[in-house]
């Protein structure tokens, strides 16, 4: 397994916001994570992203426990995130943000055509072809177009899982469709991806698997081609659907009573 | 066991040779000896045959990165042989002829009047491809079997022997195929599909088709009509007389400008957009279920405007599909949407006629 969470718990003082979360993502796979606002999504990004520390529980990358304490720990593991807000810089252009904080040198200065080269290639390999000049401003960008840049920016580094972060939240028709293939596209050509939305159509679109949160617990992690969406919409909105599902669902745990 | 002849093996080697190349790009000597399975002095034997024929050449190639005299590349010449592609639709004729390696060599298209009969599209299509190209092979949607388009919802054709028609018009051989089934050998051969053993192309046009390849290699039966399975019994009234026929459940969405529409209106929470979309993709995905269950392929491509209905409508089609297959079915089936676009069914219908023309030189 790639990356695998065993009994992750977070508290925020006496508030847990995570309870014994299990999740394994395997390479070339595509696992979706659901759930309500609230139900833990963006805290369980923020506990793999090295944002948030962990109160309990193990982190897993390829089999080993790591401890991952900062950004730039996650970093080094090959984990990268595309948050909402993509942070890219407006006033920079398309090669400049993708190696932001990370430029390719020779001696003393910046390689540019290096860099350029590189951000070409990584491009293709992608099948993009909605950006044509690599120099252009990305404050001249739509949002399609920003979305490709942010997740090129995440797949540059030789990283191993890719964690997306409602990538189609703010685009329109068309760009979705693209931005939807394009997470498809990561996980056949290797890459491990953690996708998370609200949109049950894009879910069902990419994912292999679909996990879904329910206030701060794993209810189910479902194989994408057995479900149906009354399912996953029972899962997320009482934590469980027939014979799967969390068994006590008042939001205590049972196990510890 | 009568052992094949030198002269044969020979042939069946360069064929090898040069299908390697067409397909795989240049590569240098010492990767097409571990690619062919064939030592050193037969490569060398066999390129300087082609050589001198015209068919390959060798140029100074890629560094290695490693100190040393670079490599030389061994390259097909795409002009010494090439294949006639013609694609028939609805509004037009589009062909393009393309040569070794999958370079587009021409290009042109014809517009053609809506209804037309199979002898007037021949001609249209005689008159686009002439004489060019050592194979010519054409694209029609509907159902097609030995060279005879059985029902084509999208042309109004039945049981029209088109490959006859196309042969009294120009006066030499053709292959005739679906739509579908060549874009699926498309996608195998120059996109990525090509894991996939049995791979299900769906083609979306004014009617809706499928096509199976297994091993990127078109079959016969292969040609299925997708769009004529019964969703609803006793539903809408077909125009190929059935009734419930998905094709004519999904009237609204005929094209892919509806599909825009619809999932836009849907987005924003208009809830007959939403329910038709739901409905569509739900029929889909029953009718697939059904598909899925006779053939068991190993990944589907969505093509033409099903690419945006799927996209839009995966829950409703995915959840349809997980009721109406069985389990093993469905658990090593992929679904995709193709990354040639609409010129998936022209480099298809090409890759077929080079197969022919590598069958014929073995």
């Known amino acids: 397994m790639l990356l695998e969470l065993t009994g992750l718990s977070k508290r925020f003082g006496p508030v847990e916001v995570l309870s014994d979360v299990d999740l394994s993502i395997d390479a070339g796979e595509v696992c979706a994570l659901v759930g309500d606002n609230g139900a833990g999504k963006s805290t369980l990004v923020k506990c793999v992203a090295g944002i948030h520390g962990i109160d309990g529980g193990t982190i897993s990358v390829n089999d080993e426990v790591r401890t991952i304490s900062d950004p730039r720990d996650a970093a080094a593991l090959g984990i990268e995130v595309v948050y909402q807000d993509l942070a890219l810089c407006d006033n920079l252009d398309v090669v400049e943000n993708l190696f932001l904080g990370r ?137 469980r659907s027939g014979t799967s599902g969390l068994i006590d669902t008042n939001g205590t745990n049972g196990a510890r009573q | 066991m009568a052992r094949p002849g030198t002269e044969e093996l020979r042939r069946r080697n360069r064929a090898a040779l040069l299908e390697q190349l067409h397909r795989h790009g240049p590569q240098t000597r010492a990767e097409l000896t571990e690619a062919l399975g064939l030592n050193r002095s037969t490569i060398a034997t066999i390129a300087a045959d082609l050589a001198e024929s015209g068919h390959i050449q060798e140029t100074t190639g890629r560094s290695t990165g490693s100190a040393g005299r670079p490599s ?64 010519a092979v054409a694209a029609v949607p509907g159902l097609v079997d030995a060279g005879e388009v059985a029902h084509s919802t999208e042309l109004g054709w039945a049981g029209s022997d088109v490959a006859a028609d196309l042969a009294d018009a120009t006066g030499r051989e053709w292959l005739v195929v679906d739509t579908a089934t060549a874009a699926a050998v498309g996608e195998w051969t120059r996109g990525d599909a090509f894991e996939a053993t049995k791979l299900l192309y769906l083609h979306g046009g004014r009617g809706v088709t499928a096509g199976l390849v297994v091993e990127g290699r078109s079959q016969r039966g292969g040609s299925i009509q997708l769009g004529h399975i019964v969703v609803e019994p006793n539903g809408q009234e077909c125009a190929c ?70 996209l839009s409508a995966a829950a409703p089609v995915r959840s349809a599909l997980a009721e109406t297959t069985l389990p093993h079915l469905r658990s090593r089936l992929r679904l995709r949407t193709p990354v040639l676009g609409q010129e998936g069914p022209l480099i298809g219908a090409a890759e077929t006629g080079f197969a022919a023309l590598f069958d014929r030189m073995r």
């Open chain 2, 72 to 135: 030389t590349l061994v390259a097909c010449v795409p002009k010494a042989e090439s294949v006639a592609a013609v694609e028939i639709r609805a509004d037009r004729v589009r062909f393009a002829l393309y040569g070794l390696g999958g370079e587009v060599l021409e290009r042109a298209e014809t517009p053609l009047l809506t209804g037309v009969e199979a002898s007037a599209a021949a001609a249209a299509a005689a008159a686009l491809v002439e004489g060019a190209g050592a194979e």
């Open chain 2, 241 to 310: 007389g059935l009734r419930g026929c998905l094709e004519a459940e999904m009237e609204a969405f005929g094209y892919a400008e509806d599909i825009e529409r619809a999932t836009m209106a849907a987005g924003m929470g208009d809830a007959s957009a939403k329910d038709g979309l739901r409905r569509s993709g739900q029929d889909l995905g029953r009718a697939l279920g059904a598909v899925v269950t006779a053939t068991g392929p190993d990944e589907i491509l969505f093509g033409g405007w099903l690419r945006e209905l799927y």
């Open chain 1, 103 to 239: 430029e390719k040198r020779r001696g003393l200065v910046l390689d540019d055509d290096a860099m350029e080269q590189l951000a070409a290639e990584t491009l293709k390999s992608l099948a993009v072809r909605t950006i044509r000049n690599l120099r252009q401003p990305v404050a001249s960008l739509s949002g399609g177009q920003r979305q490709t840049v942010a997740i090129a920016k995440a797949v540059l580094w030789n990283s191993q899982l890719v964690i997306l972060d409602e990538p189609t939240a703010a685009l329109g028709v068309a760009q979705t469709r693209q931005v939807l293939e394009l997470i498809r596209r990561l996980a056949d050509q290797g890459l491990a991806v953690l996708y998370i939305s609200h949109n049950l159509n894009d879910v069902f679109a990419v994912a292999d698997r679909i996990a879904a949160l329910y206030l701060g617990r794993m209810a189910a992690v479902i194989d994408a081609a057995d479900a149906t969406q009354s399912q996953v919409v029972e899962l997320i909105t009482s934590g």
